[in-house]
């Protein structure tokens, strides 16, 4: 790039940034010692309150200038900051409280030149634009700050406002943290130290799209997109006319942070059901549109009075490949069906294993490590339980983080660490499992279907008591509905695309002796009350003739039992007989 200036740099470039610094290592080593020297002083005053038996009395100061030391690092270091503000879990309660007021509680900057860059972007007088905005920023956080204002045709507003000269902060920090990994790469194990140069240009790229303004707004409409059809959530409009690189005027959004629990209480919402809504959503994210939000801290979700969840800030956002969203649904359900072998086979396709991997030891160690994180109930899972166990096998096996991936579980340990912060016993699975078995009863692409497939079928026969579970488990999910299940149900078992699972069901119902009246007795109890008689019965006679129609004479007294049973109890003395078709 010749005579490049970190200020000029529009993207992130590693190569461009590492030339500019190799010929000026004064401005980068300067840097890297204060960032020593600073942690040097913090480790020795907690290690001197240590030595005095002093923790207790010095606990508040010492959180405090923890806060106060990632502040004076800068956006790098606020960023990870906020990242641990998230964990109730991995940090103690002292350092938890001062590390959330990160979010949203910094510094400003001098707010004449905020206004100044309002009107330099904006090509316009603020007077021109606004009809009010508030003389002092009303939250500032690590990249920029927020004004509350009325445009001149009436709307309510936030108004962000990019903090002056990121660009070449951010740029030497992270010019820093690529040479530190490519230097400690080498000393940690092959797992750990591989592609982690490609995690922190992960992070690099991210953080460049983050500060351009314009990408945001574009984001967010993606975004708003994705969620058009669920009303309980919310995403601010843009307004474009008083948007560019350096300034985003969006959609005031009147809520609470997900952290304040007494006011979420006090405006009459139930917590649990806002868990539920952030979490169901990050899954929506991640498994159904592809497009998740990678920077979800409690400063940029809001719970709002009328029981909707909004997502804010849209700049650190990531796409994933439909390959990649059809394996993680299966490395989740593989998961939670203990099929050991299977997600071995799913972290290969995700990149957590090499193809050249030998899986056979592997999968054992999965069993022992997974199956106790797991434990006798599926409700017992949550995201950290299982980060930490799998811990240890990254030091045993030849396991790694792809780039892409460290975004995904930056994301989830973050929206798990929010749901724990209101409710200390929250297990992601009891939301998660639920809205997971129902994308599966409901699939509507074949990918999903060939899942449900898998899911029903082991080694060559039919599962009846996982359908029994998935079932069970989906009508735990407030939007999932057996009718019209059953009915796409049907439409699929009568098509072409649907003659394995006919053939299947027909060897099911001939060879497998577990199909008896309990069996029966037990799904039909489990379904009855969100079934209409008159529909249920006539699903089943389609089902039985169209099974019949495979031509396998053995499953007429099956047949004739399950048909009898459903129209007993469906339809009372009606009349109606299954007869074979052919």
């Known amino acids: 790039m010749g005579q490049y200036q970190p200020a000029q740099l529009k993207g992130y470039n590693p190569e461009a940034i590492a030339r500019y610094y190799r010929y000026r290592p004064w401005l980068a080593w300067g840097r890297l010692l204060r960032i020593l020297w600073s942690f040097a002083g913090f480790i020795l005053s907690i290690k001197l309150d240590e030595w005095r038996d002093q923790v207790e009395q010095n606990k508040l100061k010492r959180a405090i200038g923890l806060r106060k030391l990632l502040t004076s690092l800068g956006p790098t270091f606020i960023k990870v900051g906020q990242a641990l503000s998230t964990r109730p879990d991995l940090i103690r309660k002292d350092f938890l409280e001062e590390l959330v007021k990160l979010q949203d509680q910094l510094p400003p900057f001098d707010n004449a030149i905020a206004y100044q860059i309002i009107e330099t972007e904006l090509n316009r007088p603020i007077h021109e634009s606004f009809s009010e905005l508030s003389a002092a920023p009303v939250a500032a956080a690590s990249l920029g700050q927020v004004y509350r204002g009325r445009l001149i045709t009436g709307e309510e507003v936030a108004v962000k406002v990019q903090r002056p000269n990121l660009r070449p902060v951010l740029t030497r920090d ?246 724990l912060s209101l409710n200390p016993n929250f297990k992601i699975v009891e939301v998660g499992y639920p809205y997971i078995a129902r994308r599966l009863l409901t699939g509507e692409s074949p990918a999903l279907r060939r899942r449900l497939l898998n899911v029903l079928f082991k080694d060559g026969k039919f599962q009846w008591q996982r359908l029994e579970n998935l079932i069970e488990i989906a009508r735990t999910d407030g939007n999932f509905d057996v009718v019209p299940t059953a009915q796409m149900g049907f439409q699929y078992l009568i098509s072409e695309e649907g003659k394995f699972l006919r053939r299947q069901l027909v060897l099911a119902l001939t060879e497998d002796d577990r199909l008896h009246t309990e069996e029966v007795q037990r799904l039909w109890n489990l379904v009855k009350d969100d079934l209409k008689p008159n529909r249920l019965f006539n699903v089943a006679i389609g089902i039985l003739t169209e099974l019949s129609r495979e031509g396998a004479a053995a499953i007429l007294p099956k047949a004739t039992f399950l048909g009898s049973f459903v129209g007993n109890q469906s339809v009372q003395n009606s009349g109606v007989r299954i007869q074979n078709s052919e």
Not at 231 to 241: G, L
Not at 359 to 373: K, S
């Open 174 to 419: 992270l010019y820093l943290m690529r040479w530190a990994a490519g230097w400690l790469a080498p000393w940690l194990p092959l797992n750990l130290g591989h592609d982690l140069t490609l995690i922190v240009d992960e992070f690099g790229t991210k953080l460049f799209e983050e500060i351009d303004y314009i990408n945001e707004g574009r984001n967010a409409e993606k975004f708003a997109s994705n969620f058009h059809n669920d009303p309980q959530v919310k995403v601010p409009s843009i307004f474009w006319r008083y948007t560019n690189t350096h300034v985003i005027t969006l959609e005031w959004i009147n809520g609470f942070k997900l952290t304040d629990t007494q006011r979420i209480r006090e405006a009459g919402l139930d917590p649990e059901a806002i868990i539920q809504i952030g979490v169901t959503s990050g899954l929506q994210q991640l498994l159904e549109h592809g497009f998740f939000h990678a920077d979800p801290h409690p400063g940029n979700l809001f719970a709002m009075p009328d029981g909707r969840m909004a997502y804010i800030d849209f700049g650190m956002m990531d796409q994933l490949e439909e390959t990649t969203k059809e394996t993680l649904v299966d490395a989740l359900v593989h998961l939670v069906n203990k099929d050991y072998i299977d997600l071995a086979e799913d972290f290969v396709k995700l990149g957590f294993l090499t193809p050249d991997t030998n899986i056979c030891p592997i999968v054992p160690a999965l069993e022992a490590v997974l199956g106790n994180a797991i434990g006798k109930n599926v409700s017992d899972f949550n995201f950290k339980t299982i980060t930490d166990e799998f811990s240890e096998l990254m030091y045993e096996y030849p396991f790694r983080v792809p780039a892409k991936f460290a975004l995904i579980i930056r994301s989830l340990v973050t929206q798990e660490g929010i749901a």
